[in-house]
């Protein structure tokens, strides 16, 4: 699951929520074409409860549909540049020919490292994320990296996100993009 990073290392203030909403499109062997919510609350100043659901297609294949949903803690350090998430869930694929359709569990560990410039309203991040992943056909391993880029306005912060993952003749190329409002009150 190369999916487009919608995040940066910061927490989410304590007590507050983020919500990012977007659209991803990947282009390889194992790329999809979808929609993506991230979904934050800070529990403390440095520890977020981060959930994630996508609705995709793989693109190389009709008639599918693939619905992931991760939750699990992102710890940021105490100067916000660098965070450590460890997402756990599960995805399910539908084909209607039932040769994919499966349930796969998926452990997500990711590590970021952002920072700014000059201009405090962009942030930049680098992401790295590994996958491992085990439905009936056995398990495997991928390797996920990107840059994302968050850039606040008034009220919205935009993401744009570029990612790309390997897992032996498998790859993919992901382009996404999102937006999210200033934290809810």
């Known amino acids: 699951m190369a999916l487009p990073e919608f995040q940066t290392a910061a927490s989410t203030p304590m007590g507050k929520q983020k919500l990012a909403v977007g659209g991803f499109s990947g282009r390889g062997l194992n790329a999809s074409t979808g929609g993506i919510a991230v979904y934050n609350i800070g529990l403390t100043e440095q520890l977020d409860l981060v959930s994630v659901t996508a609705v995709s297609r793989l693109n ?14 992102k710890w940021s350090n105490v100067n916000q540049k660098w965070a450590f998430s460890i997402p756990v869930g599960l995805e399910h694929s539908e084909t209607y020919n039932d040769i994919d359709a499966a349930n796969t569990f998926l452990l997500t560990p990711t590590l970021y490292k952002s920072w700014n410039f000059k201009n405090p309203k962009i942030a930049y991040t680098f992401f790295a994320r590994s996958e491992a992943a085990k439905n009936f056909r056995g398990k495997w391993f991928s390797l996920i990296g990107g840059y994302g880029q968050r850039y606040e306005t008034e009220k919205l912060n935009h993401f744009i996100s570029v990612s790309g993952t390997i897992n032996g003749p498998f790859y993919g190329v992901y382009f996404g993009y999102g937006i999210t409002l200033k934290p809810l009150r």
């Open 60 to 73: 190389i294949e009709q008639n599918n549909i693939r619905v992931a949903t991760l939750i699990g803690p």
